[in-house]
């Protein structure tokens, strides 16, 4: 009697081990995160299917006076937009335990870049930046923003 429920249970550990393990999804990186230069501040949140981020908070908003544009857009009539308020970076896809496929914009360059980025066990989120192979690219760590920051109007 004791032998057929041997049978089931190593059976049953059989089903375990073959069947393929879930993989893990990535820790919400949702919220509000300074740049690794602290100059500014980007709102990371879902957009569609994927998750994106929006600049709310610079250091230094305006310049002479004015609000700061994307003057150094390449598309000559995006040049007037504000930077507040501007989208970044966006297609982030959660895949594994980290987020990949996406893009960001660097507003003070005008060049836009592939993007993948994945949450660090010191609680800093990496945004990793790169054109062609991301082994190659550049790695900034952002930190979770305090509670009191302000925003941009």
């Given at each position: 009697?004791?032998?057929?429920?041997?049978?089931?249970?190593l059976?049953a550990?059989?089903?375990?081990?073959?069947?393929?393990?879930?993989k893990?999804?990535?820790?919400?990186?949702?919220?509000?995160?300074?740049?690794?230069?602290?100059?500014?501040?980007?709102?990371?949140?879902?957009?569609?299917g994927a998750?994106?981020?929006?600049i709310?908070?610079?250091?230094?908003?305006?310049?002479d006076?004015?609000?700061?544009?994307d003057?150094?857009n390449?598309?000559?009539?995006a040049?007037n937009?504000?930077?507040?308020?501007?989208?970044?970076?966006?297609?982030?896809?959660?895949?594994g335990?980290?987020?990949?496929?996406?893009?960001?914009?660097?507003?003070?360059?005008?060049?836009r870049y592939r993007?993948?980025?994945?949450?660090?066990?010191n609680?800093?989120?990496?945004?990793i930046?790169?054109v062609?192979l991301?082994?190659?690219?550049?790695?900034?760590?952002w930190?979770?923003a305090p509670?009191s920051l302000?925003?941009?109007?």
């Amino acid at each position: 009697m004791r032998r057929p429920l041997m049978l089931s249970a190593l059976a049953a550990l059989s089903l375990l081990v073959a069947a393929p393990a879930a993989k893990a999804a990535p820790e919400d990186i949702s919220g509000v995160w300074v740049t690794d230069d602290g100059q500014g501040a980007v709102e990371i949140a879902p957009c569609g299917g994927a998750v994106c981020g929006r600049i709310v908070w610079l250091k230094t908003p305006t310049m002479d006076g004015q609000p700061l544009r994307d003057a150094r857009n390449p598309d000559t009539s995006a040049r007037n937009r504000p930077i507040c308020g501007l989208r970044v970076f966006g297609d982030l896809q959660a895949k594994g335990n980290r987020y990949e496929g996406g893009w960001i914009y660097d507003p003070e360059t005008g060049s836009r870049y592939r993007l993948s980025a994945e949450l660090r066990k010191n609680g800093r989120l990496a945004m990793i930046g790169f054109v062609g192979l991301e082994a190659l690219g550049e790695t900034m760590e952002w930190t979770r923003a305090p509670g009191s920051l302000g925003r941009c109007s």
